[in-house]
């Protein structure tokens, strides 16, 4: 049953009709963000049969396959990320404009979190937290930032972002990305391509994923991955959960081949609650709370982007599905 959810009290009739689609999470909580930014829209959430010629733009994330090519006169196809895969993996996508998130905003979020991820495993901080809780003054050894090695993989604007918060606070940094990157301080190693991948997993105490999502990245983080990272190696994902194949993850980790893991984006989210992250003892998992758009971006990109869109300027602000970002 749909439900349609006026932006604004007492709004002419005469609006962009926008669906709020999602298989995984309530999308409501966009309605007082457009109510403020985007008076002049209205929302539907779940369109009916009755609803479906009138939505000109679907607000998405992992909406269900199907639902968009069900929409006729679609206009635009916006996700509420940086991210589109969950949209474009869809099979019967609909060749609509498909438009992601862009906010600085993210990059900050995404930093602060990668920082806490590298810090609490480098400083011992759990092992702090575990003493505390027993009432022992204990202490661990203290190692250097600049003498730990992070590696990012993935060198878009938020793996750079990352990459500079790291360097600020002391640690050794290098990238990796599939083609060569340029405008990084000189002190940030860079590598790119399948044949220096090698080259850069040898150097990375801590590594941090923040690949897109493509069909040549799902499965890259694999046992043979593993192997080559110095022993004992941090792994922490910030990217998505296709990228790493579990149960290689897990016997890494039990052999000692890794460290510990740092783990916000899974393959099932909710991720379940017998799943073996959870009680793992070198296992840390967030929720997907790395770094999130607040919805009033949300709402003024939708805007903006359907503007452009209506107006014949889809070029500047739709993606590439194929490339995955």
């Known amino acids: 049953m749909s439900s349609t959810l006026p932006s604004s009290p007492g709004a002419a009739a005469a609006r962009p009709r926008i669906a709020l689609l999602s298989s995984k999470i309530d999308m409501a909580y ?11 829209a209205e929302l539907v959430l779940d369109p009916g049969p009755g609803d479906r010629e009138s939505i000109v733009a679907a607000v998405c994330w992992a909406p269900r396959h199907g639902e968009l ?33 862009v906010d600085d905003d993210m990059g900050a979020g995404m930093a602060a979190y ?20 027993a009432g022992r003054w204990e202490e661990q050894p ?22 500079l918060a790291l360097r600020a606070i002391g640690y050794a940094v290098r990238g990796w990305s599939r083609g060569p990157k340029t405008g990084l301080p000189a002190d ?26 493509t069909p040549e990245t799902f499965g890259m ?57 959870w009680r793992h003892p070198r296992v840390r998992v967030t929720p997907h709370i790395a770094t999130r758009t607040s919805a009033t971006a949300i709402a003024r990109q939708t805007r903006d982007n359907l503007e452009a869109v209506l107006q014949g300027r889809a070029g500047d602000v739709a993606v590439t599905p194929g490339k995955g970002y």
Do not use: K
């Not at 991210?83 to 498909?98: K, R």
């Not at 991955?225 to 959960?241: C, K, Q, S, W």
């Open 142 to 163: 203290i190692v250097s930032p600049r003498d730990h090695r992070v590696g990012i993989a993935g060198m878009g604007e938020l793996g750079a972002r990352c990459a």
């Open 114 to 133: 990668v920082c806490w991820a590298v810090t609490h495993r480098q400083r011992h901080m759990q092992d702090y937290a575990d003493s505390a809780a």
């Open 188 to 213: 940030i190693a860079l590598f790119h391509g399948d044949a220096q991948r090698g080259d850069f997993l040898a150097g990375c105490d801590t590594l941090v994923c923040l690949l897109p999502a």
């Open 30 to 40: 966009l309605v007082p963000a457009f109510a403020e930014v985007y008076p002049q």
């Open 221 to 277: 983080f694999d046992a043979r991955l593993f192997a080559r990272l110095p022993r004992g190696a941090h792994f922490v994902n910030v990217g998505r959960g296709a990228h790493v194949v579990e149960d290689d993850l897990l016997r890494a980790l039990d052999d000692g081949a890794l460290g510990y893991a740092t783990l916000d984006t899974f393959i099932q989210e909710p991720l379940p609650p017998d799943h073996r992250f």
């Open 69 to 101: 090519a069900a929409l006729p006169n679609l206009r635009l196809i916006q996700s509420i990320g940086a991210g589109i895969d969950h949209i474009a993996s869809d099979p019967d996508l609909p060749d609509v404009p498909l438009c992601r998130i």
